[in-house]
């Protein structure tokens, strides 16, 4: 007997020895099936396997159970050992891991996802089929006995990293990777789960879980870091010619990025209060809601974000002198702002009458920087452009025109509206408020005028001046001149019907 389990002590030892090799691909990107014995148990050998079961049953049969279980324990454990080394899966303590720059901990945090993802679905998950496979025919005890200490270990090293990381300093620049982490053990924990679901192994779902607890905690922390240094922002730098304030494009850039995660936030933000920063005015105390099209907590988090952004800016428009450019400001940043919702993950978050509700203000904003910004050019025209007046009368009209629509220009040649659409719109807007009367002012003036003694330089521009002077605005400090002539302003000048003294 005893020459006889020696022989099958020695079989068992070797067949698991000899698919050894066979576990190498488990650190290989390509492998993708369930690592059971060596590879997967459909490429394993079927001999092996039902010898492996065989021995197994025999020796515990004839008492020699201590035997069996030790053999299959040490070398099962190697090969799990080794299959998590070649993932790169080390054992890091809490201080090692907060001792690592950035750059350091970011390179193993990719390692990580990698690696969590194999080691679960195909390495611990084939190790407790072929556990279960091998000592079939055995008590519940050896094979729950067998998987744990084959595997616990590696368990445990493989969810410790997260939940050390996960105590680290909260930073913004964590934030994704901390929801890349949250993200994998989420969606393995049903594997986990079921894979770990021995008593024995409580202590690997428990660090899962933890890891999950103590990563969704760290968002937390991050998003009330994100509200507090949006409402906190104390920048007074007005950006030149009321362009896209970089507070905007680094907030709507990071919330954009932030709607991509809207599994794993739904978890995190679900029990999350919401503060109204003192500092925020009365109109935008209310929460964004259902009349929003807003209603999941994930949509409301990510509106509430942008309405504190919004409300920022709201003051940041204060520091233009420029009224009309304050406005210009507003409409730049909301446009960018409703730009990156309808192009990116958020436009299934916010919705169309979202979407819909801030693009009117857009064009509120818009329609007041006209008002105030060519008011005095508007003003500066006969309220009937068509009436009959005197040739003096008629002339003074010209002197007022000019001169409040060559200040107008002067002001916001330098002024920016980067969104091409909204560029357009404006400039379309203001010519045809100002357009068609001037049209008919001159049509009606500017030969009697011209024909008068002394007047020279009185009809400046005609018509189509006015519309290259329109074409040339908002493209900031590179656009249009009076200096800079135009093919209408030249045939004006040599036709003789006005003077280019300008």
């Not at 556990?131 to 493989?158: K, N, T």
């Not at 009365?282 to 929460?287: K, L, R, V």
Request: aromatic fraction near 10%; charged fraction near 25%.
């Amino acid at each position: 007997m005893q020459k006889a389990m020696k022989r099958l002590e020695k079989e068992f030892y070797l067949i698991l020895r000899s698919n050894r090799e066979h576990h190498e691909s488990d650190g290989d990107e390509t492998a993708t099936e369930p690592s059971q014995f060596g590879d997967d148990v459909p490429s394993a050998s079927s001999v092996a396997m039902a010898d492996l079961n065989a021995i197994a049953h025999c020796m515990i049969g004839a008492g020699y159970t201590k035997e069996c279980v030790k053999i299959y324990k040490i070398i099962r454990k190697s090969i799990v050992d080794e299959g998590l080394y070649r993932l790169g899966v080390d054992r890091f303590s809490l201080l090692q891991v907060h001792k690592l720059d950035w750059e350091a901990v970011d390179s193993k945090i990719k390692t990580w996802l990698y690696a969590v993802k194999v080691a679960v679905k195909t390495l611990f998950y084939g190790e407790r089929l072929l556990c279960d496979h091998v000592f079939s025919s055995s008590s519940p005890a050896i094979r729950e006995s067998c998987f744990v200490e084959v595997v616990r270990e590696g368990a445990l090293d493989l969810f410790g990293f997260p939940e050390n990381f996960a105590k680290g300093k909260k930073t913004l620049e964590k934030m994704f990777r901390t929801l890349d982490i949250y993200e994998a053990i989420s969606d393995l924990w049903p594997d986990i789960e079921s894979i770990f679901s021995f008593e024995s192994t409580a202590a690997v779902r428990n660090r899962a879980i933890n890891s999950l607890i103590k990563l969704g905690d760290a968002v937390r922390t991050m998003l009330a870091d994100l509200e507090n240094s949006i409402t906190k922002d104390a920048s007074k730098i007005s950006v030149p010619g009321g362009g896209v304030h970089p507070l905007t494009r680094y907030v709507m850039n990071y919330i954009s990025f932030l709607s991509d995660y809207s599994g794993a936030l739904s978890d995190i933000v679900a029990d999350f209060p919401m503060e109204v920063p003192a500092s925020m005015p009365e109109a935008y105390f209310s929460s964004p809601g259902p009349d929003d099209g807003v209603t999941s907590p994930v949509s409301v988090r990510l509106a509430w974000l942008i309405l504190i952004l919004l409300c920022k800016l709201d003051g940041k428009a204060q520091f233009y002198r420029d009224v009309p450019l304050s406005y210009l400001f507003l409409a730049n940043n909301l446009r960018y702002v409703v730009n990156k919702v309808r192009t990116s993950s958020l436009k299934f978050h916010l919705g169309d009458e979202w979407i819909e509700k801030h693009d009117a203000k857009v064009r509120q904003y818009a329609a007041n920087y006209e008002r105030v910004g060519w008011d005095r050019v508007m003003s500066s025209l006969p309220a009937n452009a068509a009436a009959a007046m005197t040739v003096p009368e008629a002339a003074e009209w010209f002197r007022k025109f000019n001169s409040a629509f060559e200040e107008a220009y002067r002001k916001q040649s330098s002024w920016v509206v980067p969104d091409s659409r909204l560029r357009d719109e404006i400039k379309i807007s203001v010519a045809r408020k100002i357009g068609p009367a001037y049209r008919r002012f001159y049509e009606r003036n500017r030969a009697a005028v011209s024909r008068q003694a002394g007047s020279h330089g009185i009809v400046r521009y005609a018509p189509d001046d006015l519309e290259n002077y329109w074409s040339d605005l908002f493209y900031g400090p590179s656009g249009g001149s009076f200096s800079s002539g135009s093919s209408s302003r030249s045939s004006v000048s040599s036709s003789g019907h006005g003077g280019s003294s300008h």
